[in-house]
């Protein structure tokens, strides 16, 4: 399902409706995407499967199976379980999974603040404890299947409820999010090849407040509501067209609906409802075909194209009240022509050359294509309270919509090598360049019109500002490395070592500014040993400084640091236990993309919370799980 957000502070992200232990598989994407794995997007692209339902071998018997699993951290005194269980004859399935997880806040390694509440009479946090951490999930999923020679059909029905989510890096908390997902899929094999078919739908009510560590503003708080419901389709067909040939073609279609607003809470917010995005719609209309051959057994190739028409609109908005302090905004939204349409096309070439056993090489170009979001478009308000609540990335400041915002669209090439032994077991190692050039990339720029702020607004270096969303062009570019190797095998055991490096690059081509939000040089590497029904891993994770930061943002810098963390697992036939400590050595460190620290305190103001603080990383955590299968 290709779910949207329905938060300006993108709280509910797409992976948050699935519980990692319903996930059968992840399938990343990170340089050349085909254009049947998805497009308005201008990324890669993550696909996160649940497991495909499984039947019995005949009708005379039954395929009866449980799961149930317990985990513990110790910091933050998280813990959850899992339980699911499914019952199958040869043609009929049924199945339920239920999940669950709830945590205090966290603690980093080392102070980094001063103690205190967050606001008179809230709980005390020390100076490690990260404000507004803390969460409780439920999630939910029943499934019915159907099964006739090649062809099922499958029905998931998933419910999520989220009584409470803090964000540290944003101005309020998740005080609520009730979603349902219906997902209908067809899958058929027929002489041609394959058929597949999916429709989907969710309806999610979301809602928005001040948690315990923060300043309540009155009795009522600041409330903001959300109600969004997604509409989609896709079907796609897998054709052989010879023993070398491939074609892929589909269609897919989806219908957004967006209602953001918040009700009145007293003084300057009433008394009438303030309209943050009033009957948004984004409404999508993909069509692609992707051609596959194989010419040898060294040489493949890919293409495909694909069209996106991408229509969006919202209806006329209204402040808390008429006076100058929101009227005059909103007269200024309501006189513009809200509907716009985008029509994007994507195309990728793909060339794949595997010499021999022990090495493939992989050559590409993409142009893909990215529309703006809802969130983007359609805020309207340059008061700065009303600003700082719309904000998708954490870093504290405000943001106001661009009705004007224009497509973006990037051209990526990419360069893939893989070298290996002939049985993929000894050794690998893995090397991926890109480049990508970016046209009307969507960055920001200071605000200045309305109630933004005058010339010290846009001139500060330091401080949270007021910005609105432009189109600017960009590029990136960067480097990913992988391996593995054996190492020894004896008495001891089984050992093998892994190692990754990661070094990407963006700047704004525009300003000559560098792109806000992007991962320092980093590496990890892992000793592994095995023996009997042991697994031991001791893991060393290291990330350079941030220098390179957003500085219309004011982005904050952070230093360099190293971590180690240690696991074990043993397996039984039914069971595994894990154990781990992660941060062996308590070691502080401030999260490179974790934003600013906005947890506790007056949150709705500029200038209430103190800027230059980094959301730390977590500090040591002893992490047990019991997993037993049936």
Not at 75 to 85: C, K, P
Not at 237 to 261: F, H, K
Request: glycine residues 10%; contains cysteine.
């Amino acid at each position: 399902m290709d779910l949207v957000a329905a938060c300006p502070n993108h709280m509910n992200s797409a992976l948050s409706y699935i519980d990692p232990t319903n996930v059968a598989s992840v399938n990343v994407f990170a340089g050349i995407t085909p254009v049947s794995v998805g497009g308005d997007s201008i990324g890669g692209t993550i696909q996160v499967k649940s497991a495909a339902p499984e039947f019995s071998e005949s009708d005379e018997e039954t395929l009866r199976k449980a799961q149930t699993s317990m985990f513990y951290r110790s910091n933050g005194n998280g813990y959850g379980g899992n339980i699911s269980a499914s019952i199958a004859t040869e043609t009929v399935r049924l199945s339920y999974s239920g999940a669950t997880a709830r945590t205090e806040n966290y603690s980093a390694g080392g102070n980094f603040k001063a103690a205190g509440s967050g606001t008179p009479g809230s709980p005390w946090l020390s100076g490690k404890e990260v404000a507004s951490t803390a969460y409780q999930s439920l999630n939910q999923d029943f499934g019915f299947a159907l099964k006739h020679d090649k062809h099922v059909l499958q029905l998931n029905i998933g419910m999520q409820h989220l009584a409470f989510e803090g964000f540290p890096n944003q101005r309020m908390d998740m005080t609520g999010n009730d979603s349902t997902q219906i997902n209908l899929r067809y899958t058929g094999q027929y002489a041609w090849g394959e058929l597949e078919a999916r429709i989907y739908d969710q309806s999610t009510d979301h809602a928005m407040n001040m948690g315990p560590d923060r300043f309540t503003y009155g009795a009522l708080g600041m409330p903001m509501l959300t109600k969004a419901k997604t509409l989609g389709a896709m079907t796609q067909g897998n054709i052989i067209l010879s023993e070398q040939d491939i074609l892929r073609i589909g269609a897919e279609y989806q219908q957004y609906t967006l209602n953001d607003w918040w009700p009145q809470a007293g003084g300057a917010m009433g008394p009438n409802t303030f309209w943050n995005v009033d009957f948004g719609t984004r409404d999508r209309l993909d069509t692609f075909g992707e051609w596959e051959r194989f010419w040898d057994a060294e040489l493949m190739s890919q293409i495909g194209i694909r069209s996106d028409i991408v229509k969006a609109n919202a209806g006329p908005v209204q402040g808390y009240n008429a006076t100058a302090l929101w009227a005059v905004d909103a007269a200024a939204f309501n006189a513009l022509e809200h509907q716009r349409t985008d029509e994007n096309w994507d195309a990728t070439a793909l060339t794949r050359y595997t010499p021999d056993d022990t090495h493939i090489f992989e050559f590409g170009y993409a142009r893909k294509s990215h529309s703006p979001n809802l969130y983007q478009r359609y805020p309207w308000s340059t008061q700065p309270m009303a600003s700082l609540m719309n904000n998708f990335v954490g870093d504290g400041n405000g943001y106001i919509g661009n009705v004007d915002l224009r497509p973006e669209i990037a051209h990526t090439l990419s360069i893939m090598g893989d070298w290996h032994d002939a049985e993929q077991e000894q050794w690998t190692l893995k090397a991926t360049t890109y480049y990508t050039h970016v046209q009307d990339f969507i960055d920001a720029r200071r605000c200045d019109f309305g109630q933004c702020g005058g010339a010290t607004h846009l001139s500060a270096t330091t401080g949270f500002v007021n910005l609105q969303y432009i189109n600017q062009d960009a590029r990136l570019y960067g480097l990913d490395l992988s391996g593995s190797t054996q190492l020894v095998s004896n008495d001891y055991g089984d050992f093998s070592a892994t190692g990754l490096l990661n070094y990407v690059r963006g700047e704004n081509k525009t300003t000559g500014n560098d792109l806000y939000n992007i991962m320092p040089p980093n590496m990890k590497f892992a000793l592994i040993r095995q023996k009997d029904e042991w697994t031991n891993t001791a893991e060393i994770q290291l990330v350079d400084a941030k220098t390179h930061v957003s500085q219309v943002r004011n982005e904050m810098k952070t230093a360099g640091y190293g971590l180690v963390n240690l696991r074990s697992s043993y397996e039984w036939e039914h069971a595994r236990l894990d154990i781990s400590i992660e941060n062996l050595f308590d070691r502080f460190y401030s999260l490179p993309l974790g934003g600013a620290y906005l947890g506790q305190g007056a949150s709705m103001s500029s200038n209430s919370i103190p800027w230059g603080v980094v959301v730390p990383g977590m500090g040591r955590s002893i992490n047990t799980a019991l997993n037993v299968s049936f």
